[in-house]
């Protein structure tokens, strides 16, 4: 095989790597190009959260505080979406931790295209930049991320705003699907010998089912972008109910991505818990198989669900009925996905370390998000529901905090073999209850407000929202106390964490990026490792 | 922050009042602190109402009984407690069953899932029409069975309103109902997509351009019904209110003959919103 052979090499030809600006402007490197999106995502959740906070501060009072342009409330949040879906967690899951970790998992040196792999990472940046240009120039898009027409034609969103915004999002498409096309390649055709696809890391799972959904979802975004922007510059009207187009089709096309795109969020996230719940039980994960197609039908049936965002959009009733008879199955693959964490900790040594410890919060807040979730797939109860405080506070349980603990929870569980130094053990606890308590308060008394009633995206609301919308401000305050920890513990980490070994987990940790030095070297497995059964993966599948 | 806590005390008693009293004339709105849905004045509203409590007894035995194992898995099997791992991964009844389980569930909730949507849909025999219509940002109706008469309902600024009314909630024109009668609402725009929703008439349902959506309600009892815009529709999407006046069919009769010649002259928008609406609060 030709990997073989580069170990044969001299090492000193792989020494030499590029130092300075040169090093992370043209990486070809994947640990590299993992840390560029991990630095980009944590610049994104600045952005985004300092928005979230102004939208809770706004919102803790009735009445006006201090936000007097309404445009600017829904710019807020607007970008407060866009920033937190496609530059904030997908950034850090698929392009930072799956950069990262999929090679050092399945044993390969690098990406299958690491030129591909600079230039996925540098459209994103400038899609970021895009996106910022598009809420300073003009009035900024006042659409919702979802960017329904009319609201978003030319007519009713004049200016450059809107058409920054869908640039914006062609470029960050463009590089997740380049990105995609890497993974999935990677993953089928760099495995070390004997990694069989049935002995890949779930994580390495979670990343493929992931690129897939990218790969087929995000075209159809792109189509349905390049229509809107036709629409408003151009002329055209797909969707201008003046010239026999039609604006619900726009709802049809932004949901046949937008659905597998909450999967695309959450599948990194379950792959990580997996590794995070079998390192720290000592225990393989159990039911490997199930878990790992449970993903794979997850990902499916995340395609044919859709419209259950567009329930009161006047689909037919029948319609309806499927919608809702599909959704309500995507509960089963997920219960099997909880029931085999539950069942990987059974019988095992838990060590509650902190990233078990978002692990465990991770299970607890999907498993409220899940079931709000099982609630509004009826169609039929989601009149009273939809466009209410009690989807967003589903969606942030179940999607939203739930990557976030995900994504602290991976940053604790590899920040030792990437950066060489451990975290501090009994900060990031502290940090993860303070964390944990303020996400709670902020989202749960949002289902109260929802199913009163409250309807969602607005500055100002009747008085009687009042009480637990002070409260779930509170929240706020709370989950911003932590971010600012977790900040703190990120540059403590950095500047003073104690050096790590390669394995700071013991016997838990047995996937392959554990067997390389922490923090990992340049360049990894230049010698292809030979995975046998029962080694350097977590459950045989034989 | 004293007195921030008793403001709190206050307005959850004032809300327990208020709920109490709620029998006598019908007040469709949220009050504070309230923990579940609007109270229902519809049939379609009361058997939401019915799936819900369902639903409410599921999602809460589903997380008692994930959330009890976690708690327990956390105690039981921590490190302390059991230093040796087990190494069991597989176990193929218990996985049968915790995809056969959740499936039965879910059929269990399917069925009457199904039974609400189909009823709520609409209605065969239908004893008047009300039209809807969106505009940036207000409503308005007509009455096509009424002599087709129409008017505009525009949102009340907060400096403008007088002793009990609502602040956000309030329109000049409200939209007057009988009650006990099967009422088809058409529901469309003319400029984006608003959504016309009156929580405690189970009534939700995006008012598009270029497309006539439908439902219907029953409204059983008299009294006021509040609901608000519930699609983000522009700067202003946070204020366009819903007023519903339920009335008997007698007060409804008169209330047509006098509104006929109140909005006779008027007909399309008299007033364009964006003046009056523009204070918002």
């Known amino acids: 095989m030709a990997f073989g052979a580069v170990a044969g090499h001299g090492e000193h030809e792989h020494e030499h790597h590029p130092t300075g600006w040169k090093r992370w402007v043209f990486s070809t490197n994947h640990k590299d190009i993992g840390t560029l999106y991990i630095i980009l995502s944590i610049v994104a959740a600045m952005i985004g959260g300092l928005m979230s906070w102004a939208i809770r501060l706004e919102l803790a009072e009735p009445g006006i505080q201090f936000i007097n342009d309404f445009q600017f409330y829904n710019v807020l949040v607007t970008a407060h979406g866009f920033l937190m879906v496609f530059f904030v967690v997908m950034p850090a899951m698929i392009g930072g931790f799956g950069n990262w970790f999929v090679p050092l998992m399945i044993g390969a040196p690098d990406m299958a295209f690491p030129r591909m792999n600079n230039i996925s990472f540098w459209l994103l940046a400038a899609a970021l930049v895009l996106l910022i240009l598009s809420a300073v120039v003009g009035d900024g898009p006042g659409t919702g991320w979802t960017v329904y027409p009319p609201l978003s034609s030319a007519t009713f969103q004049p200016g450059p705003s809107v058409d920054f915004g869908i640039l914006a999002l062609h470029l960050a498409g463009a590089s997740s699907i380049l990105g995609a096309i890497n993974f999935i390649c990677t993953i089928l055709n760099m495995r070390a010998p004997g990694m069989t696809m049935h002995r890949m890391p779930l994580f390495v799972w979670a990343i493929l089912v992931t690129a897939f959904l990218l790969l087929l979802a995000l075209p159809v975004l792109a189509g349905g972008l390049t229509m809107l922007l036709v629409d408003r510059n151009f002329g055209t009207s797909f969707f201008v109910v003046e010239g026999g187009g039609d604006p619900v089709l726009w709802q049809h096309l932004f949901w046949f991505f937008g659905h597998p795109e909450v999967y695309i969020i959450i599948i990194p996230a379950f792959g990580i818990i997996s590794q995070i719940v079998s390192t720290f039980s000592k225990k393989p994960v159990f039911g490997y198989l199930g878990m790992a197609y449970a993903m794979v039908s997850i990902g499916f049936v995340g395609f044919i669900v859709w419209a259950h965002h567009m329930y009161t959009s006047g689909l037919g009733v029948d319609a309806r009925a499927y919608f809702t008879a599909a959704t309500l199955i995507i509960a089963v693959p997920t219960g099997v996905k909880i029931f085999s964490w539950l069942a990987t900790m059974w019988g095992g040594s838990i060590d509650l370390k902190a990233p078990m410890l978002y692990a465990i919060g991770f299970i607890w807040l999907f498993v409220i998000g899940g079931v709000t979730g099982v609630l509004l797939a009826n169609a039929g109860i989601d009149f009273a529901m939809h466009d209410t405080y009690y989807v967003v506070a589903h969606f942030h349980y179940v999607m939203a905090i739930a990557a976030i603990f995900a994504m602290f929870g991976g940053w604790f569980y590899w920040i030792s073999k990437m950066s060489g130094r451990q975290y501090p053990e009994t900060l990031a606890q502290i940090q993860f209850w303070v964390f944990f308590i303020g996400v709670n308060v902020l989202f749960f008394p949002q289902h109260f407000s929802g199913l009163a009633g409250m309807p969602r995206r607005i500055p100002d609301y009747p008085d009687a929202y009042w009480g637990w919308n002070f409260v779930s401000s509170i929240g706020a305050l709370i989950t911003m106390v932590g971010t600012f920890m977790f900040l703190y513990i990120m540059w403590y980490t950095y500047r003073k964490g104690a050096i790590a070994e390669a394995n700071p987990w013991g016997e838990g940790a047995t996937t392959l990026e554990w067997s390389v030095p922490s923090p990992a070297p340049f360049h990894t497995h230049e010698e292809l490792p030979v995975i046998s059964a029962g080694t350097g993966h977590h459950a045989p599948a034989e | ?281």
């Open chain 2, 1 to 281: 922050m004293l007195e921030r806590l008793k403001f709190i005390a206050l307005s959850a008693a004032l809300g327990g009042l208020a709920w109490s009293s709620a029998a006598f004339a019908a007040e469709g709105r949220a009050y504070p602190w309230q923990l579940g849905l609007q109270d229902a004045h519809s049939p379609v509203m009361a058997r939401i109402h019915d799936f819900n409590n369902m639903l409410l007894v599921i999602q809460v035995l589903i997380v008692v009984f994930v959330l009890g194992i976690l708690a327990y898995v956390i105690f039981r099997f921590n490190a302390k407690r059991n230093p040796v791992p087990s190494k069991t991964t597989h176990n193929t009844l218990l996985e049968i069953l915790w995809t056969a389980v959740p499936i039965v569930i879910l059929v269990i909730i399917a069925i009457p899932s199904m039974k609400l949507l189909y009823y709520s849909d609409k209605t065969q025999d239908y004893d008047m029409t009300l039209k809807v219509t969106g505009h940036q940002w207000y409503w308005s109706y007509a009455y096509p069975d009424q002599g087709d008469f129409s008017f505009d309902s525009i949102p009340v600024p907060a400096d403008d309103l007088e002793e009990g009314q609502l602040r956000l909630l309030t329109v000049d024109n409200r939209v007057v109902l009988p009650v006990d009668t099967d009422i088809q609402v058409l529901i469309t725009s003319d400029d984006v997509i608003h959504d016309w929703a009156v929580p405690s008439l189970g009534m939700k349902i995006d008012a598009t351009p270029g497309r006539i959506n439908e439902r219907w309600v029953r409204i059983d009892q008299e009294g006021m019904y509040y609901g608000q815009c519930s699609e983000l529709c522009g700067v202003y999407h946070g204020f366009m209110p819903i007023q519903v006046e339920a009335v008997s069919k007698e007060a409804f009769a008169e209330w047509v003959k006098q509104a006929k010649e109140e909005f006779a002259a008027t007909g399309r928008p008299a007033v364009r919103v964006a003046e009056t609406g523009r204070q918002g609060r």
